[in-house]
C-alpha cells in the first residue's frame, strides 16, 4: 500500500523535482509546473491521457477524472497501489511537463 511519504520520496527524487505546499497540501513541481499533488488523502497526477483513459475503464476503484482540471489530470487512490507501480506513475506524470530530453533517458533506464 502506497503512502503521501512514497509520493512525496519518488517524485522528489527526480530531476528538477522539489515540493511546494498550496493550501496545506504537498504539490510537486519542476519549475512552476505540477505534476502531482496530494489533496483530501488522495493524489492527483498528470497522466498520459490515453493511459489514463484505461486506467479509468478498468480500475475506476484506484482511478477516477479529477473534477477540477480539465486535462490529463487523475485522482490516484495510493492505497491501492503498491510502491513498484506509484514510481511508474510518478514518473509518467513527470515526464508529462519536463522536456523530452531529460525524460527519455531516465523513461529508458527504468525499464
Known amino acids: 500500500m502506497a503512502t503521501l511519504e512514497d ?11 522539489h515540493e511546494v505546499t498550496y493550501k496545506g ?10 505534476f502531482a ?5 488522495r493524489a492527483i497526477m498528470k497522466l498520459d491521457r490515453g493511459h489514463q483513459e484505461l486506467l479509468f475503464e ?3 476503484e484506484t482511478f477516477s477524472k479529477c473534477k477540477v482540471a480539465t486535462t490529463h ?10 510502491e513498484a507501480e506509484l514510481a511508474e506513475l510518478v514518473r509518467e ?3 508529462q511537463i519536463v522536456p523530452k530530453k531529460i525524460s527519455r533517458p531516465l523513461l529508458a533506464a527504468a525499464r
Do not use: C
Not at 504537498?26 to 509546473?33: A, D, L, Q, R, T
Not at 499533488?37 to 488523502?41: A, C, E, F, I, T
Open 58 to 60: 478498468v480500475r475506476p
Open 93 to 95: 506524470a513527470w515526464s
Open 7 to 17: 509520493l512525496r520520496r519518488l517524485s522528489l527524487a527526480l530531476p528538477g523535482a
Open 25 to 34: 497540501e504537498p504539490w510537486f513541481n519542476v519549475g512552476k509546473k505540477t
Open 73 to 82: 489530470w487523475a485522482y490516484v487512490e495510493l492505497d491501492h497501489l503498491d
Open 37 to 41: 499533488l496530494h489533496s483530501n488523502g
